[in-house]
């Protein structure tokens, strides 16, 4: 975003613009704006958020080229909870049709998580970015996630040989993931409500006793 930009020194730089909505729609409009450039499509106007006209005719889809193992990856990488809300509600398009809504998600992973064997103490979902502090899970059913995950655990970032994901809210620190023992994964989870963060010093220890003769 150009009014981002000029605030920031030259190079690359990751900008996060959940913080702000303006921002989201500023970011949104100028992407498009440039895509029309591109393509050689004059357009002017302002960037607002206003509602579609319900008789608009759709001129465009654009499916995405990335395989689902993909997408997962790179939200994995870079901890993109639109993304992750995103694939969430498309579950619940896949169960019960369009539009989207968090009432068919919640209904959708409900039914999946049952299938599983998880009741609804074991894991809440109101969200799937797991940004809602009214998401709730238990350490004994992320492990049980993780070992049916393991197939699929070399999505998951790499930390100094451990593959993982952070989970991080003002006072929760988790981490979730595979210590390797040769071809073998172990499964381990850390969930800490505490003031400050020691995960990390938590993680050692724990490879320490997981890998040990």
Not at 36 to 44: H, M, S, T
């Amino acid at each position: 975003m150009k009014r981002l930009g000029k605030k920031l020194p030259p190079g690359t730089h990751r900008i996060n613009l959940t913080n702000n909505t303006e921002d989201i729609l500023i970011h949104t409009g100028e992407l498009f704006r440039a895509m029309q450039k591109k393509q050689g499509l004059a357009g002017n106007g302002i960037i607002a958020a206003k509602s579609v006209p319900a008789a608009v005719k759709l001129l465009y889809r654009h499916p995405s080229n990335r395989s689902l193992e993909q997408v997962i990856s790179g939200l994995m990488l870079y901890s993109n909870n639109f993304v992750a809300n995103q694939l969430y509600l498309a579950c619940g398009v896949a169960r019960e049709g369009y539009p989207a809504t968090w009432g068919k998600s919640r209904s959708a992973f409900n039914r999946f998580l049952n299938g599983l064997g998880f009741t609804e103490t074991d894991i809440v979902m109101v969200e799937g970015s797991g940004l809602s502090r009214r998401n709730l899970l238990t350490p004994a059913a992320m492990l049980k996630i993780l070992r049916a995950f393991e197939p699929y655990s070399r999505l998951l970032p790499d930390k100094e040989g451990i593959l993982l994901k952070s989970g991080t809210l003002t006072g929760v620190y988790c981490y979730a993931g595979f210590f390797s023992a040769g071809t073998i994964r172990k499964p381990f989870v850390i969930m800490l409500n505490q003031p400050k963060n020691q995960r990390d010093d938590v993680l050692k220890l724990l490879e320490k006793i997981a890998l040990q003769p």
